[in-house]
């Protein structure tokens, strides 16, 4: 098929192998991950929508994501148990977490008041935005799952925490 300068050359799609030697420490970690039983490293195109099997180095867990996910320059993707967005089970999920965080886990499990998705339906690091219920000044709002759980700067309710800070009264000069 021609391209557009009438050549009827193939696009030539870098192998994935070529790709990881080009790319450093993180092309050989994501080599080290590739466990695909199906295709090997030099078989399959480095942007491809093939969804290879991988293994986290880190904590072993195994999981299929396609190739260009992994392999793209902005936000690719990694091992989702690390990133805390694995599917459900008895011991992870929303309830568990916050019976492993003392007194903010009691409240944020008491705050929760969605009506779509139980507490044991969703994990703490899912993006899934639920309904809240602020225990101080009863407003209600929905927010993503991991911006109230992070460590760092998690959110709160907007009413009693608005960006910038409480708000001032404007006082007249005249």
Known sequence: MPNQHGDTKRVYAKPFFEWCM??????KTLLREFRDPEK???EVAFRSHHRAKWKCLKCKHAWRAKMH??????KPSGCPKCANQMPLCRTNNFVTWCN???DRG???????VDPDREPTQVTRGST???LWNCETCEHEWRAPMNNRTRSVK???CPQCNP???PKKKRQRDD
Do not use: D, F, H, M
């Not at 080009?22 to 092309?27: S, Y």
């Open 22 to 27: 080009q790319n450093g420490e993180r092309g």
């Open 40 to 42: 090997l490293p030099t």
């Open 69 to 74: 996910n992994r392999t793209c320059s902005v």
């Open 100 to 102: 492993a965080n003392g």
């Open 106 to 112: 009691k409240k944020l499990l008491k705050e929760y």
């Open 128 to 130: 899934y935005k639920a």
């Open 154 to 156: 998690p959110s709160g």
């Open 163 to 165: 960006p910038g800070g």
